[in-house]
């Protein structure tokens, strides 16, 4: 199924009536729900999908259109990456650094929401892979992880960001001290700023509680600041005759 489906992503006409995006959502749907004994055949899938997104670099780029597929191309790539890692948890793991090198490259290229979001969303299930040794990526990523969560005025990218940092928090446990300032700085300019989406803060209380729980005794530093924010937070009143329920 797997081979059929990456045939049918690479027709000719694959950029015509969705062929492309509907092949690789089987195969992600596959992946997903693909049996334990399939492991090996997915580790052979893993290595054919990262060169595909590495070669979507070199693509001649002459038209919108042809920039508008090679993101496509790439958010899907990005997918896929995603779950297989995610299926083959710490199996993966010999191919992280390959995934890494392209998702860093994907970041450095430029600001597309879509791309930056499945990027994020891989780069989390490669924390989960690589428990412990996905310290020697932070060095590179936190930049890219910063600006993730400093991107309010793309809040899915900002609410991916924060995922992220649970998923770093939970693989690197007391290891993520080093970065916590910055994270927990940009965490807290969050929380205040009226024009974020209010939907991305909630995520945000969590994700004290996932910094805490890596960090353990260090939070104390921080304890005073979200302390006080989730006093503010519990003392929020919604007016129950016009609530709003998203609110």
């Known amino acids: 199924i797997a081979r059929a489906l990456l045939a049918a992503s690479e027709r000719a006409d694959a950029g015509e009536h969705i062929l492309r995006c509907s092949a690789y959502e089987a195969l992600n749907t596959t992946v997903t729900n693909s049996a334990e004994d399939t492991k090996d055949a997915i580790l052979h899938l893993l290595p054919i999908i990262i060169t595909r997104l590495e070669a979507t670099f070199s693509l001649q780029i002459v038209s919108n259109d042809d920039r508008e597929s090679q993101i496509e191309l790439q958010g899907l790539l990005c997918g896929t990456l995603q779950v297989a890692t995610q299926k083959l948890a710490e199996q993966a793991a010999p191919h992280c650094d390959r995934m890494m ?9 430029g600001k597309n929401t879509t791309v930056h979001e499945e990027a994020l969303m891989a780069v989390g299930a490669v924390a989960n892979a690589t428990e412990g040794d996905f310290l020697k990526y932070m060095p590179h990523f936190q930049q890219f992880l910063s600006l993730g969560l400093a991107n309010v005025e793309e809040y899915q990218v900002c609410a991916v960001a924060i995922g992220v940092i649970g998923d770093v928090c939970r693989a690197l446990e007391a290891k993520v001290l080093p970065y916590c300032d910055e994270i927990v700085n940009l965490l ?9 989406n209010r939907n991305v803060k909630p995520p945000i209380l969590s994700c004290f509680g996932d910094i805490a729980l890596a ?4 939070f104390e530093k921080y304890l005073q600041l979200t302390m006080s ?19």
């Open 101 to 109: 090198a392209v998702f860093l490259q994907l970041f450095a290229a």
């Open 229 to 247: 924010m989730l006093g503010q937070a519990s003392v929020t009143s919604v007016g129950a005759s016009k609530a709003d329920p998203d609110l």
């Open 215 to 218: 960090i353990g005794g260090a």
């Open 188 to 196: 807290l300019q969050n929380v205040a700023n009226p024009a974020l």
